[in-house]
């Protein structure tokens, strides 16, 4: 077989103008720009910058959200679950059981499967287990086979906060008040949020300062519905490492990290080690299955080679709950890796 590059070009950004895929970027990376930053940064007219930007809303169906910080919000036990079905599920039940579950920020059906998958995520264990077999036993008469990860770290990308989680955080009632209010629209003004919760102006500045002070936010960002003609991918692997794991993983960071300069999608939009059923989850925007399957799949198998036991690829059907977190990032600044060493002082 011959050798599968990590870096490729996705046909798919060609069909964009540049200054519509550096917009995407710029309110991938802080939705609260102005659009008078916009149009400086891409050299457009602020009515340019303006029009563009609200055909980009509705072609792409954007929805401003909030990237917020777990682990500072004590939301520590986040779960990744591939739930595979022996009879064929009624994902319309499915989607407004999930929806009762304050754990579950997102779940996905699978493109010709009979396949879910979940994002979980709870306060303690306690917590999880509780709705996770509740879950479990709701799902029991599909004959489902659930196989729940936990997931260590997030190497890119997030998945949105429902408001539902939001209600239970255990923060002050008027943070919780705003975090909901930017959650629903990160772009709404100081004057709207004011109107919204019977808040001063000033009072509204002060709060959403602390908000950022205390890193609650990570930043301000959006979410798109899934763009026409894109394929996008979700992968688990599971590995069974020897001694030189590390060695061949260093290039399959590289590939995580490769992207089209300012790409509609990123290419990787979400990618994270697990443990437990799987050892690494990721979601990707690829041209095609074929596309996905070599650069996902073939390429995991030729570069990790000897260290992989189980690839499971499939396509993305329909969202059942939540929103996908498909945005436009600088994957290579935003990755961030895990320093496995061990610091270890003489005594």
């Keep these: 077989m011959k050798e599968i590059p990590y870096e490729f070009h996705s046909s798919f950004n060609d069909r964009y103008a540049v200054a519509s895929r550096k917009i995407l970027r710029i309110l991938s990376e802080n939705s609260r720009t102005p659009i008078s ?16 930007l609200k055909k980009l809303e509705e072609e792409f169906g954007i929805k401003y959200t909030l990237e917020l910080n777990e682990e500072v919000l004590g939301l520590t036990v ?21 929806k009762d579950s304050h754990v579950v920020q997102a779940a996905f059906s699978v493109k010709n499967k009979r396949q879910i998958v979940i994002y979980a995520l709870a306060s303690s264990y306690k917590d999880y287990t509780y709705e996770d077999n509740k879950i479990l036993t709701q799902l029991s008469e599909y004959g489902v086979d659930w196989q729940s990860s936990e997931l260590v770290h997030k190497q890119l990308g997030f998945f949105p906060f429902r408001n539902e989680l939001i209600d239970r955080l255990g923060i002050k009632p008027k943070y919780k008040d705003m975090l909901k209010v930017l959650n629903d629209n990160s772009r ?9 919760l019977g808040m001063h102006f000033n009072t509204v500045a002060y709060t959403f300062n602390k908000l950022m002070n205390k890193n609650y936010i990570i930043r301000p960002t959006l979410t798109m519905d899934v763009p026409k003609d894109i394929e996008l991918m979700f ?17 399959i960071r590289k590939a995580f ?31 095609n299955y074929k596309s996905a399957y070599e ?6 198998r030729q570069t990790l080679d000897g260290h992989i036991s189980k690839v499971v690829v499939g396509a993305i059907d329909k969202v059942l709950l939540g929103r996908l977190p498909i945005r436009s990032m600088d994957t290579k600044k935003e990755y961030r890796t895990i320093d496995w060493s061990v610091n270890e002082q003489s005594q």
């Design 295 to 300: 650069h996902v799949a073939q390429f995991h």
């Design 188 to 196: 709404a003004s100081f004057q709207e949020i004011s109107k919204r």
């Design 78 to 98: 986040p779960h990744i679950i591939l739930a595979n079905f022996t009879l064929e599920p009624d994902y319309e039940h499915i989607a407004k059981m999930l």
């Design 235 to 251: 992968f688990f692997v599971k590995y069974t490492p020897k001694l030189d794991f590390e060695k061949s993983a260093v290039k």
């Design 257 to 287: 990290k490769s992207d089209d300069e300012y790409s509609l999608v990123s290419r990787y939009i979400l990618c994270a080690p697990l443990i437990g059923a799987f050892g690494h989850f990721g979601i990707g925007a690829f041209d």
């Design 37 to 52: 930053g916009i149009a400086k940064d891409v050299n457009l007219s602020r009515k340019s910058a303006k029009d563009r």
